[in-house]
Each structure stands twice: as structure tokens, then as C-alpha cells.
């Protein structure tokens, strides 16, 4: 007993010694100040409005992570399917945001993505890569991680500034907020589509598919037309990103209409006719799925080129 006690006994001495390793360690392992941790760009990049925050955002996570299971059935590479599911994956659901709003550098459409929220102080989901545990919320333009709206350049240039985000896959995954105005003039859309073609990078793999229907038909017709209006502009540019054509007559009717799919009061009348929730999403992704799938393989299947030598590709899914 005596020896053990002696053996678990620290003179005064030895417990400086030991604390003062301890500073020294703690102090040489610590960051040296002014540095700080460089900024790792996702592999794969999906823009996207509030549908993403409310209702897709945890699916469409899942859907890039688990690329391998949700796919395999559509794209014959396994190798590809793996590499994919692996890839660092980050969704941006801006509310209130459209196409414009990504490729504009003034302007209401430039605001809603750019200007502070003034209800909630922040405007945007953030799901995967990049991330903040216990914060799904951020003000777009705020923070080392959405430095995107610097003057005089779009939020679209901004994101893709030398060393910032350079994804190997981006994506963009939106349609309601302004498809008003692409319905009702087809030169909006070739407007927008102009803009993103001229701000892309030569050698970026991009890909366009409009998001969930919703509750409202006519809300929905009005979606269809601007869905069409942009695809053909994308068409007249040459199909410089792969586009997927979602406003499909069967993911309309799966999911329109069905108040099951959407947030409601207590009386059972919708609530929210914008936001499907995760049932709906879950409902769109496996009619969605075969062309999404195929889409996204088809992008990164391609080999990345130096900017000087990227060609004009012709790839669209076709409904």
C-alpha cells in the first residue's frame, strides 16, 4: 500500500514540470494568429431557392452521397457511381433567388440574394460540404464561405473567383421565383442563359434542372412555359450545360393538388403551396431519377480539360 501510495504521489516540482509541457505543447500545436484554415472548394456545387430549405435540402443531400445506390440502376459504371458518392457535395438554397439573381450585378433579382433578410437576417440553407453543425442558416455575402456579392461582379463570378469555388460538377436546381417573367418573355430567358454562358468558366461541367411542382396548378402551367422558355435557350446556346427537363406530366401529377405533400393548418387547407415536403421530394426524385442520374454521370464522365481546349458539348436529357 505504502509503495503504491509513493508511486501515485507527484512531488510539487514534477507537477510544474508536467504543466509546463503541457503550455508548450498546447501553445506550438495552436494556429499561429493572422493564419487561418484555407478555404476547400466542394466538388460538386448545387445552387438552389427554398425548396431546398424546406422540404428537398436532407433528400437531394442524400441523393449526390448515395449517388452508388440511388443510380445504379441508370448508369452502368460502378467506378463512376462510387466516385461520385464520394465527391464533396454542398447545396445553396437562396429564398426568394431565380437564374438572374446568381448571373445579375444590380437589380431586385441581384437584392434577393444579396441583401440582407429583413425578416430573418439570413436568406440561405446550407447542407453538406461547408456546413455549420448546429447552423443550417446564412446570409449569402457574409462569411468567408458565401463572400459572393462583391461589387461589380455578379454572385455567380464572385463564387467562381480565382481560388474560391471550383467544382468540378455545378448545378443549378431552381425555377419558381421570376418564372413569371420567363414565361411571359422568351428574351428573359435567353437574357439570363446569355449571362451564365458569358460568366462560365471554358472548361466548367454545369447542369440545369428546375425543382419540385407545387400545390397550384396554375402556378404550375406558368413554371411549365418558363422551364420551356429556358430550355430552349439553352438549346440556342449550344447546350452548354446539360439541362433536365423536371415539369414532367407525371411528376406534375404525382405530386399537384395533393394536399399530403405540403405543410397544412389544422383544418387540413394548405398552408405553404411552395414547398413540397419530404414525401413529395421523395416522390419527385424517383420519377426524376433515371434522367437526373444519367445527367450527372454524363458531366462528370467527361474528362476535364484546360480551358483553351474545352470543346462545345451537346448533351440534353431529353423528356
Known amino acids: 500500500m505504502r509503495g503504491e501510495l509513493r508511486h501515485r504521489t507527484r512531488s510539487p516540482l514534477s507537477t510544474i514540470v508536467?504543466?509546463?509541457?503541457l503550455v508548450v505543447a498546447a501553445l506550438t500545436t495552436r494556429p499561429a494568429p493572422g493564419t487561418a484554415k484555407p478555404f476547400v472548394t466542394p466538388e460538386i456545387l448545387v445552387l438552389g431557392d427554398s425548396q431546398l430549405s424546406f422540404g428537398s435540402g436532407e433528400l437531394m443531400?442524400?441523393?449526390?452521397?448515395?449517388?452508388?445506390?440511388?443510380?445504379?440502376?441508370?448508369?452502368?459504371?460502378a467506378t463512376l457511381r462510387t466516385r461520385i458518392s464520394n465527391m464533396r457535395t454542398?447545396?445553396?438554397?437562396?429564398?426568394s433567388t431565380s437564374l438572374q439573381s446568381w448571373v445579375s450585378k444590380r437589380g431586385k433579382a441581384w437584392s434577393s440574394l444579396c441583401k440582407k433578410d429583413k425578416s430573418w437576417g439570413v436568406n440561405?440553407?446550407?447542407?453538406?460540404?461547408?456546413?455549420?453543425?448546429?447552423?443550417?442558416?446564412?446570409?449569402?455575402?457574409?462569411?468567408?464561405?458565401?463572400?459572393?456579392?462583391?461589387?461589380?461582379?455578379?454572385?455567380?463570378?464572385?463564387l467562381l473567383r480565382r481560388k474560391y469555388y471550383?467544382?468540378?460538377?455545378?448545378?443549378?436546381?431552381?425555377?419558381?421565383?421570376?418564372?413569371?417573367r420567363l414565361a411571359n418573355n422568351a428574351k428573359a430567358a435567353e437574357s439570363d442563359v446569355a449571362a451564365l454562358m458569358a460568366q462560365l468558366p471554358p472548361s466548367q461541367k454545369c447542369l440545369f434542372m428546375t425543382t419540385t411542382p407545387i400545390h397550384t396548378p396554375r402556378r404550375n402551367r406558368t413554371r411549365i412555359k418558363a422551364e420551356r422558355a429556358l430550355k430552349k435557350a439553352f438549346e440556342r446556346a449550344g447546350n452548354r450545360c446539360s439541362f433536365v427537363p423536371a415539369l414532367t406530366p407525371v411528376s406534375i401529377a404525382s405530386i399537384q393538388g395533393k394536399r399530403q405533400y405540403f405543410r397544412r393548418h389544422k383544418s387540413g387547407k394548405v398552408k405553404d403551396p411552395?414547398?413540397?415536403?419530404?414525401?413529395?421530394?421523395?416522390k419527385f426524385l424517383n420519377v426524376i431519377k433515371p434522367k437526373l442520374c444519367r445527367a450527372i454521370a454524363g458531366e462528370l464522365s467527361m474528362p476535364q480539360?484546360?480551358?483553351?481546349?474545352?470543346?462545345?458539348?451537346?448533351h440534353v436529357v431529353a423528356e
Not at 508536467?18 to 509541457?21: F, S
Not at 411552395?274 to 421523395?282: D, G, I, L, S
Open 61 to 77: 443531400l442524400d441523393f449526390f452521397q448515395n449517388f452508388d445506390r440511388h443510380c445504379r440502376r441508370f448508369v452502368d459504371d
Open 305 to 314: 480539360l484546360a480551358a483553351s481546349e474545352a470543346p462545345e458539348k451537346s
Open 274 to 282: 411552395f414547398h413540397p415536403n419530404e414525401k413529395a421530394t421523395r
Open 90 to 95: 454542398q447545396m445553396i438554397g437562396a429564398r
Open 18 to 21: 508536467c504543466v509546463a509541457v
Open 124 to 158: 440561405a440553407s446550407v447542407w453538406g460540404h461547408n456546413a455549420t453543425p448546429g447552423r443550417l442558416y446564412h446570409q449569402m455575402g457574409e462569411g468567408k464561405k458565401f463572400d459572393v456579392c462583391r461589387k461589380g461582379l455578379s454572385p455567380l463570378q464572385a
Open 166 to 180: 471550383a467544382p468540378d460538377l455545378l448545378m443549378f436546381y431552381l425555377i419558381g421565383n421570376g418564372s413569371g
